[in-house]
DNA sequence: CTTTGGATCGTCT
DNA sequence: GACGATCCAAAGG
C-alpha cells in the first residue's frame, strides 16, 4: 500500500511541501527510513540556499522539475540529500534531516558502524545518507518513478505508505547554517526521538 | 548529559 | 585560498 508520493504537492514552495514530507517514507534498496525531520531551502531568495548564487555545476539538479533527488558533497567526507520542490528554474528544496529507520536495519548497522543504537541511523542529514547508502551518483535520481528492477545508483524512492502528516509538528530555526539563521523553516515531528536535535534556543 | 576540536576535499571566489 | 545545509571521539560534569 505504498505509492510514490504525488509530484502535486511538491510543485508547491518548499516551505509549504516541507511539512508535508513528514511521515513519508524514503527507501533505497531494501531499506528504508520514515521522514521525521525536514528543512526548506527557497533558491535565490535565500541566502542559505546553494542556489542563492546561481546555477552551478553542483546545484542543477536543484533548478531541474520537482521530485527529483539533489545529493551533495560536504566537509570532505559527508553527502546529505534534498527533494527538489517548486517547478523549474526555482531551484527550490527539501533537506531531509531525519528519518526513523524502518526496513533493512542489519545493511544500515553494516553502512553506519558508528551508529550506537538504532536511533543514530538515521538522526543527521549526513547519517541517513550513510545509512541508506545515498551518495554522489543517486544525484538526480526521479524520486517518484516507479520501482527499479535491479539494485544499483538511481534506486531511491519517495513513498506514501498511507501513513499522514503528524497532527503536532514542530517548527523552528534552520541547524547548521550562518546566513539566513532566523528563518523557522525546519520543522519535525514533534515528540520523535530520531530527531537531529530539538528546537534552538 | 554537554562541550570541544579535528577530519577532509569539492566548490566557488 | 577559505569554508561548508556534518559527524565523531574524547574529555569533563
Given at each position: 500500500m505504498a505509492a510514490p508520493v504525488a509530484r502535486q504537492i511538491l510543485t508547491a514552495d518548499s516551505v509549504a511541501a516541507a511539512p508535508l514530507l513528514l511521515n513519508k517514507v524514503l527507501v533505497n534498496r531494501g531499506r528504508a527510513g520514515r521522514i521525521v525531520e525536514v528543512e526548506a531551502y527557497r533558491g535565490a531568495?535565500?541566502?542559505?540556499?546553494?542556489a542563492y548564487r546561481g546555477l552551478t555545476p553542483r546545484n542543477a539538479v536543484m533548478f531541474g522539475p520537482p521530485g527529483f533527488l539533489y545529493v551533495y558533497f560536504t566537509y570532505g567526507m559527508h553527502w546529505c540529500a534534498n527533494v527538489v520542490c517548486g517547478t523549474?528554474?526555482?531551484a527550490l528544496a527539501v533537506l531531509i534531516r531525519a528519518v526513523r529507520p524502518l526496513r533493512g536495519l542489519p545493511a544500515m548497522r553494516r553502512a553506519r558502524p558508528?551508529?550506537?543504537?538504532?536511533?543514530?541511523?538515521?538522526?543527521g542529514p549526513a547519517k541517513l545518507c550513510q545509512a541508506l547508502g545515498i551518495?554522489?551518483?543517486?544525484?538526480?535520481?526521479?524520486?517518484?518513478?516507479?520501482?527499479?528492477r535491479r539494485s544499483g545508483p538511481g534506486a531511491v524512492r519517495l513513498l506514501d505508505d498511507g501513513t499522514p502528516p503528524p497532527e503536532l509538528v514542530g517548527q523552528g530555526r534552520r541547524i547548521g547554517?550562518?546566513?539566513?539563521?532566523?528563518?523557522?523553516?525546519r520543522f519535525w515531528v514533534e515528540g520523535e526521538p530520531c530527531v537531529s536535535r530539538g528546537p534552538l534556543p
Open positions: 531568495t535565500d541566502a542559505a540556499s546553494h523549474e528554474g526555482e558508528a551508529a550506537r543504537s538504532d536511533r543514530d541511523l538515521g538522526n551518495a554522489g551518483p543517486d544525484n538526480g535520481t526521479d524520486l517518484l518513478a516507479p520501482a527499479p547554517i550562518r546566513v539566513a539563521t532566523e528563518e523557522p523553516w
